[in-house]
């Protein structure tokens, strides 16, 4: 009988040793990069910000755009901000610590395989080589052996040499490599991944986006962003997100609320107690909607000026925007991303006025500039000027009457003010989809608001990345 040999039992490893184990698996490091491109292809094709345009929620948009059951399952899953969600972070560390053990843990193979010099130590070994070549010098060996290794040095070779026996007689042995360093490209490659990775990640901690609308002579103050690269912020914003991962709500602290306000409000009319101070202010000179003889958009053009705030609004400097050509100052970037009709403009108003009393005088329509100079009603003697123009009239707040920003004009409206002598006699809103209601009963005139012709708001992206 033949005894069986005792098989031995492999030893039961603890938690920890198969966590490392995993991460040393380049099986396992493929796998992960191969799931975080097809998330990053997901996010690439399903909407991650809300349209130009859009004033709903993204709840609404997902669950109008996909229906109810998969609009809900995709934002369960965070894939409307794929990039920001937990769980794609959780995927990038884990790829980082992978390739980072694999890489260190093969670091002593690798520098051994550079350092490495082989000789053939017999004559038997070398002839076994396909590539073996005898050549006869009538030179002594010292001196083959200087000529060889001043040859091999010459081609970039670094060479080492030994004594050795060869058939009982002394022999010297040349070991010769180039491009030993090349055994570095395989861990370089991994460790540049994960630089470009973490790098990415802290861009995307430092970088901000905001959509702003404006108008010709409008003017938006742009709040210093150095606050979002300072350790405090980031911290209260990384705990903000991770307690958001597990439903608790925590209270957000003012750098953290003047950010949401940054992000969220009209740069033109930010808080005064906002406690960011202004880096810039930028003007809108003029803004150009080039269209082709189909309607079109051919080119939007919009003439900004930049304004120092710390110096009294002392302008620096003038820039046309174009959509290939940002306007960068102090590592903002202005893009031309959108334009808009009307939404607080016009170019010209038309009226007409006709005279209430019993004169008999003919109606006379005029083509008035909104804040230009007044234009004479006929031979009266009386003028007419228009003050304001709001293309989507709204009263706000505290009866503050305001114009909504973007979006196509929802109530025409001219604040209309007559004089006579140099006298101001008449002063009224007068409202284009509402002819007759206005306060002008037992007024010099009845004015009605024609047409109008549109001005345009420029849609500008603000980031401070490209």
């Not at 861009?203 to 002579?217: D, N």
């Not at 989507?392 to 929802?410: C, L, P, R, V, W």
């Amino acid at each position: 009988m033949t005894e069986k040999k005792a098989q031995k039992i492999p030893e039961k490893k603890s938690p920890t040793d198969l966590f490392w184990d995993l991460m040393n698996s380049m099986q396992f490091a493929v796998t992960l990069l191969i799931i975080l491109t097809l998330v990053s292809l997901i996010g690439v094709l399903l909407p991650q910000f809300a349209p130009n345009g859009f004033r709903g929620t993204m709840e609404e948009l997902y669950i109008s755009k996909y229906g109810f059951v998969l609009g809900k399952l995709l934002l369960i899953a965070g894939l409307d901000h794929v990039f920001s969600v937990w769980w794609y972070y959780l995927l990038l560390l884990m790829l980082c610590l992978s390739i980072s053990v694999c890489s260190l843990r093969r670091l002593g193979a690798t520098i051994a395989r550079i350092r490495r010099v082989s000789y053939f130590a017999s004559e038997q070994k070398f002839r076994q080589q396909k590539n073996n070549r005898s050549v006869k010098l009538a030179e002594s060996a010292q001196q083959a052996v200087s000529r060889l290794r001043t040859l091999l040095e010459g081609k970039g070779y670094k060479v080492s040499a030994r004594q050795g026996e060869q058939e009982g007689e002394e022999a010297t042995l040349l070991y010769a490599r180039r491009g030993a360093i090349s055994h570095l490209g395989p861990l370089l490659t991994h460790i540049s991944i994960v630089l470009i990775i973490v790098g990415a990640a802290i861009s995307y901690m430092l970088s901000f986006q905001h959509f702003q609308w404006m108008g010709a002579g409008e003017v938006i103050e742009v709040p210093d962003l150095g606050y979002m690269a300072s350790p405090s912020f980031q911290t209260s914003l990384i705990a903000r997100r991770v307690a958001a991962v597990f439903g608790v709500e925590t209270e957000d602290t003012p750098l953290l609320q003047a950010d949401r306000v940054i992000r969220n409000r009209d740069w033109r009319r930010l808080p005064e107690d906002l406690h960011v101070n202004a880096m810039m202010k930028v003007r809108l000179e003029k803004f150009e909607a080039n269209f082709t003889p189909q309607g079109k958009p051919k080119a939007y053009l919009s003439t900004v000026t930049v304004l120092d705030p710390r110096n009294g609004d002392k302008e620096l400097f003038a820039h046309l925007i174009k959509v290939n050509d940002p306007l960068v100052h102090k590592g903002v970037y202005f893009y031309q991303s959108s334009y808009s009709p009307g939404g607080g403009g016009a170019q010209s108003v038309t009226l007409r006025a006709a005279a209430n009393d019993s004169s008999g005088a003919a109606p006379v329509t005029v083509t008035v500039r909104p804040g230009g100079p007044a234009v004479e009603l006929g031979g009266s003697g009386d003028s007419l000027r228009v003050e304001k123009f709001a293309g989507s009239f709204q009263i706000g707040k505290g009866g503050n009457i305001g114009n909504s920003a973007g979006g196509e004009d929802t109530n025409p409206a001219a604040w209309v003010v007559i004089t006579r002598a140099g006298q101001e006699i008449a002063r009224n809103w007068i409202f284009k989809n509402f002819p007759d209601f206005s306060h002008q009963a037992g007024g010099p005139y009845n004015v009605t608001l024609l047409d109008y012709e549109k001005s345009y708001l420029t849609g500008l992206s603000i980031r401070t990345h490209r």
